[in-house]
């Protein structure tokens, strides 16, 4: 407790922090109701390849818009599931509804992935693997247009378990990417030892790529870095012109971002992939920017 601060610190201090606390509470209160009442769905940003201009798949990303709250973003919500448990419903959720619009898009784009962003307190749950395999097959999905996505911290702790958990996702078919690469652990030495498929450069890398030198010269080691490990590189957070004439320049693979596309709704993602599943279409992203 913090008596020595004096009365007036102590007061100031318990004020806010019981603002935080409230919302905290409130936040993990609603969002069990908010479940039940569906206000809980994926928004689908589209990726791109930058070889051959062509679409690839989508990040799945949650969205909670709550009749109590309003939009609520992930970077508030997702924090508090994982401190509360209630990252275990949640996160079945978005793999299960992720999995479902991969199977209806495939009709018309085979191969078509959907990429989904998995909690470090979800990998961790012992039947976490259990889950992921009957999802595959209660949905149907295509295994390998399944990709999941963990951040380097996740994948770091307790590494030695988590090359076998992530071994037998892979041989279940599943694609695996790290999330927010370059921002966490700053070992690379681990890479090798992972059965990745690709990484993902953080957007703090591609947000000044242009005008910080620093910044170019990180996004470059790790376009190398990757490649001579024979793993893809996916860049996030491309916004412009000068990003993507960057990024093409130096081989990157694919790349996402405002640039190409907001999140947006899947039935809009259904009809954006409509759009670009023609062959003779499929070479035009420059024509959905803006
Ligand atoms: P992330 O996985 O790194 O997702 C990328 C974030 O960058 C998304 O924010 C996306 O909307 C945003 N973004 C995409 N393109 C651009 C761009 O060109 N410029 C800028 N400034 N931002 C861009 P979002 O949707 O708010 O998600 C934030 C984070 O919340 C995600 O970061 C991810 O860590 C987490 N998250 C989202 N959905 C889920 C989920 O279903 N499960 C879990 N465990 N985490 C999720
Ligand atoms: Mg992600
Ligand atoms: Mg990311
Ligand atoms: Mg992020």
């Known amino acids: 407790q913090a008596k020595s601060g004096g009365k007036a610190g102590y007061q100031f201090f318990s004020q806010e922090m019981n603002q935080v606390n409230m919302r905290r509470v409130a936040l993990e209160n609603g969002m069990r109701q908010g479940l039940a009442r569906g206000e809980f769905y994926l928004y689908f940003q589209p990726q791109w390849d930058l070889k051959s201009l062509r679409l690839t798949g989508a990040e799945a990303l949650l969205r909670w818009h709550s009749a109590e709250f309003g939009l609520v973003g992930p970077d508030e919500f997702i924090p508090i599931a994982e401190s509360c448990g209630f990252i275990f419903d949640l996160g079945d959720l978005v793999l299960r509804e992720a999995c479902l619009h991969a ?48 951040t380097e911290s996740v994948i770091m702790e307790r590494a030695e378990k988590n090359i076998h958990a992530l071994q037998a996702l892979k041989n279940m ?86 640039y190409f596309a907001p999140p947006m709704p899947g039935e809009d993602f259904t009809g954006y992939v409509k759009r670009f599943a023609a062959p003779d279409d499929a070479s035009k992203p420059l024509s959905v920017a803006g």
């Open 103 to 150: 199977v209806q898009w495939d009709a018309f784009f085979p191969g078509l992935k959907v990429a989904v962003n998995i909690s470090g307190r979800q990998f961790r749950q012992p039947d976490f693997l259990e889950t992921v395999a009957c999802v595959i097959e209660e949905t149907g999905v295509r295994p390998s247009s399944l990709e999941l996505e963990f």
């Open 173 to 258: 078919g599943v694609r695996l990417s790290i999330d927010d690469f370059g921002t966490g652990y700053s070992s690379l030495n681990y890479l090798k030892h992972f059965p990745i498929d690709a990484i993902k450069i953080d957007r703090s890398f591609i947000a000044e790529l242009v005008t910080d030198s620093d910044d170019a010269a990180i996004a470059e080691a790790i376009i190398s870095m990757a490649h001579s490990l024979k793993l893809k590189v996916i860049a996030e957070g491309v916004e412009s012109d000068a990003q993507l004439d960057f990024l093409v320049e130096r081989c990157c693979d694919e790349a996402q971002g405002f």
